[in-house]
């Protein structure tokens, strides 16, 4: 009757009783022995037994006063330890039918620090990470994200464990241990995947972009520090999902000085920039969540990227209009529609989705008009030349019509277009018989031209006006038939056909009083809109109505 009343009995335990046991718990999990030779000598049975009775019956304020909590964490984690590699490198396909050794280890070492935190949250992760480090951990990456993740399953913050992540890869980087940093990094980019963890300010994040800064401005193999560039990039990309809305702001403006105004070959800057790219894919210069604290950041944002896009050097002006297309995009996948430049006809359906709510980006259009055409007109005639710088100027007229789909950004748009037309129509046209030099600006002109048309056409199909569309397919015909050369798409080199003009004749352009007209009836009078595509059902290559007999129709099925 007595044992039977001990084992039913909740009775706290003493500071001596609690002591006496964590020296029993520490030899029955083989803290005195190396690590190497520690694991086939764990009294397992009896250490998780010790074990519970001290996260369960122990009082909480006993626990940590006493000198042995760490004791109790290093044994516990032993035991997690031991329990993560069983899980790992000893499986079984009658695993679902039996109890994997060190079972309850997970449990009783979450419970053991439910005893600590958060009183001493600092002291549980500083006993962790010395545990990884002395038992050489973090060459096995597997048990090191067990554990951290067992860390950040408890009711701890764990915005401590990134900042001691962090201090520790500061620590190693400056005793140049690049190997322990490059596992250090691999266990850090999984870890922070994790829904658990909790939003991240934008400060902590300020070392690792040091670290990256300064890897990737070192630009060479021969330098330690460049191989761990991309676990540094990769521990950015997922951090950045992590942020608050404040905080993604102020640390995209802290990237942006950092990849536009150093000084940087231009290989540095555009792999640099991918982060800053990424960054700006999870953004809006118009974020309805936090509309009062993104106005005036958005506003500076976008001035500084207009400056950097009429910017003399071509790798800044073309990374900055990637990344103004970034902030503008809503995350509908429209840019993968406008890849290169291509017509639109207005029968035709597109997977282009039209936004319904853009005031504050139109506010902001309206406010930066003039600069932003002063800035692509600058970019367009100094770093068109090339097809790809092309593209991404396109890209960037297209997402404006998708984004902010009105009148005013499809009149500003225009005039900007007019404007282009008109400067690439001041060079010698006779490919024939004019220099090499004249031939590149001759193919270099038709691919402008031949941008235009995309971007006019792309106006056309979203207003959908008759006299607009009935002018716009007018010239586009007159090219088909006379100066094919003028319409997309783009192409490396030309070839000019004997019935092929290549002079100036209005009616292969577009003319300013034209297109104002046909605004003018669309935006100011209404006009009666062609009504919108229907999209087609398509039988795609796995439909089950497909069959082996080449698509015939199977009558004695009834399809």
Request: hydrophobic share 40%.
């Given at each position: 009757?007595?044992?039977?009343?001990?084992?039913?009995?909740?009775?706290?335990?003493?500071s001596?009783?609690?002591?006496l046991?964590?020296?029993?718990?520490?030899?029955?999990?083989?803290?005195?022995?190396?690590?190497?030779?520690?694991?086939?000598?764990?009294?397992?049975?009896?250490?998780?037994?010790?074990?519970r009775?001290?996260?369960?019956?122990?009082?909480r304020?006993?626990?940590?006063?006493?000198?042995?909590?760490?004791?109790?964490?290093?044994?516990?984690?032993?035991?997690?330890?031991?329990?993560?590699?069983?899980?790992?490198?000893?499986?079984?396909?009658?695993?679902?039918?039996?109890?994997?050794?060190?079972?309850?280890?997970?449990?009783?070492?979450?419970?053991?620090?439910?005893?600590?935190?958060?009183?001493?949250?600092?002291?549980?992760?500083?006993?962790?990470?010395?545990?990884?480090?002395?038992?050489?951990?973090?060459?096995?990456?597997?048990?090191?994200?067990?554990?951290?993740?067992?860390?950040?399953?408890?009711?701890?913050?764990?915005?401590?464990?990134?900042?001691?992540?962090?201090?520790?890869?500061?620590?190693?980087?400056?005793?140049?241990?690049?190997?322990?940093?490059?596992?250090?990094?691999?266990?850090?980019?999984?870890?922070?995947?994790?829904?658990?963890?909790?939003?991240?300010?934008?400060s902590?994040?300020?070392?690792?972009?040091?670290?990256?800064?300064?890897?990737?401005?070192?630009?060479?193999?021969?330098n330690?520090?460049?191989?761990?560039?991309?676990?540094?990039?990769?521990?950015?990309?997922?951090?950045?999902?992590?942020?608050?809305?404040?905080?993604?702001?102020?640390?995209?403006?802290m990237?942006?000085?950092?990849?536009?105004?150093?000084?940087?070959?231009?290989?540095?800057?555009?792999e640099?920039?991918?982060?800053?790219?990424?960054?700006?894919?999870?953004?809006t210069?118009?974020?309805?969540?936090?509309?009062?604290?993104?106005?005036?950041?958005?506003?500076?944002?976008?001035?500084?990227?207009?400056?950097?896009i009429?910017s003399?050097?071509?790798?800044?002006?073309?990374?900055?209009?990637?990344?103004?297309?970034?902030?503008?995009?809503?995350?509908?996948?429209?840019p993968?529609q406008?890849?290169?430049?291509?017509?639109?006809?207005?029968?035709?359906?597109?997977?282009?989705?039209?936004?319904?709510?853009?005031?504050?980006?139109?506010?902001?259009?309206?406010?930066?008009?003039?600069?932003?055409?002063?800035?692509?007109?600058?970019?367009?005639?100094?770093?068109?030349?090339?097809?790809?710088?092309?593209?991404?100027?396109?890209?960037?007229?297209?997402?404006?019509?998708?984004?902010?789909?009105?009148?005013?950004?499809?009149?500003?748009?225009?005039?900007?277009?007019?404007?282009?037309?008109?400067?690439?129509?001041?060079?010698?046209?006779?490919?024939?018989?004019?220099?090499?030099?004249?031939?590149?600006?001759?193919?270099?002109?038709?691919?402008?031209?031949?941008?235009?048309?995309?971007?006019?056409?792309?106006?056309?199909?979203?207003?959908?006006?008759?006299?607009?569309?009935?002018?716009?397919?007018?010239v586009?015909?007159?090219?088909?038939?006379?100066?094919?050369?003028?319409?997309?798409?783009?192409?490396?080199?030309?070839?000019?056909?004997?019935?092929?003009?290549?002079?100036?004749e209005?009616?292969?352009?577009?003319?300013?009083?034209?297109?104002?007209?046909?605004?003018?009836?669309?935006?100011?009078?209404?006009?009666?809109?062609?009504?919108?595509?229907?999209?087609?059902?398509t039988?795609s290559y796995?439909?089950?109505?497909?069959?082996?007999?080449?698509?015939?129709?199977?009558?004695?099925?009834?399809?």
């Open positions: 009757m007595g044992r039977l009343s001990a084992l039913f009995s909740r009775k706290k335990l003493t001596a009783k609690t002591r046991l964590v020296d029993q718990l520490k030899t029955s999990c083989g803290v005195f022995l190396d690590p190497t030779i520690r694991s086939p000598n764990i009294q397992e049975a009896r250490a998780l037994k010790i074990l009775q001290i996260v369960t019956r122990s009082q304020h006993i626990v940590q006063y006493i000198p042995e909590r760490d004791a109790i964490l290093e044994c516990s984690l032993i035991l997690v330890q031991n329990y993560v590699a069983h899980l790992r490198l000893r499986p079984s396909p009658l695993k679902r039918f039996r109890q994997e050794p060190f079972a309850d280890a997970k449990v009783l070492f979450q419970a053991a620090i439910d005893l600590l935190v958060p009183e001493m949250l600092d002291e549980v992760i500083d006993t962790t990470l010395k545990f990884l480090q002395t038992e050489n951990l973090w060459q096995v990456e597997f048990i090191c994200v067990e554990i951290l993740m067992f860390v950040l399953e408890c009711r701890s913050p764990s915005a401590p464990l990134l900042s001691k992540l962090i201090d520790r890869i500061e620590r190693f980087l400056a005793l140049s241990d690049i190997g322990q940093v490059r596992h250090m990094l691999s266990v850090l980019q999984i870890v922070i995947v994790s829904q658990r963890w909790d939003l991240m300010e934008y902590e994040l300020s070392k690792l972009v040091r670290f990256y800064h300064s890897s990737v401005m070192i630009g060479t193999s021969r330690q520090i460049y191989e761990l560039r991309r676990g540094f990039e990769k521990c950015l990309k997922n951090l950045i999902p992590r942020l608050s809305i404040g905080d993604l702001y102020s640390f995209f403006v990237m942006l000085p950092l990849v536009f105004d150093t000084d940087m070959s231009d290989e540095a800057r555009i640099f920039g991918s982060t800053v790219e990424h960054a700006a894919s999870t953004m210069v118009y974020d309805p969540r936090n509309r009062m604290h993104t106005a005036q950041v958005s506003t500076f944002i976008v001035e500084y990227l207009l400056r950097c009429a003399k050097d071509p790798t800044r002006s073309i990374l900055a209009c990637k990344v103004l297309t970034k902030l503008l995009e809503r995350g509908q996948h429209n993968n406008f890849q290169s430049p291509t017509i639109f006809h207005m029968d035709t359906y597109y997977e282009i989705v039209l936004a319904t709510d853009f005031a504050p980006l139109q506010e902001l259009l309206v406010e930066q008009r003039v600069h932003l055409e002063q800035a692509l007109l600058q970019a367009i005639e100094r770093h068109s030349q090339r097809k790809m710088n092309v593209e991404v100027f396109y890209q960037l007229l297209c997402t404006l019509l998708v984004e902010a789909p009105s009148g005013f950004t499809a009149s500003a748009v225009s005039c900007l277009l007019l404007k282009v037309q008109k400067m690439f129509l001041n060079y010698p046209t006779d490919p024939d018989s004019s220099m090499f030099a004249d031939q590149q600006q001759q193919q270099h002109n038709n691919r402008i031209h031949a941008t235009i048309m995309a971007v006019m056409t792309l106006i056309n199909w979203i207003h959908r006006s008759g006299s607009m569309n009935a002018y716009i397919t007018q586009l015909h007159n090219r088909f038939d006379h100066a094919p050369s003028l319409n997309p798409p783009l192409r490396e080199r030309y070839r000019y056909a004997p019935h092929h003009v290549s002079w100036y209005r009616r292969l352009f577009f003319d300013s009083l034209e297109i104002r007209y046909c605004l003018w009836k669309c935006f100011r009078i209404s006009e009666e809109k062609i009504p919108k595509p229907a999209r087609m059902r039988r796995n439909d089950p109505r497909r069959r082996l007999d080449g698509g015939t129709l199977n009558v004695f099925a009834g399809m």
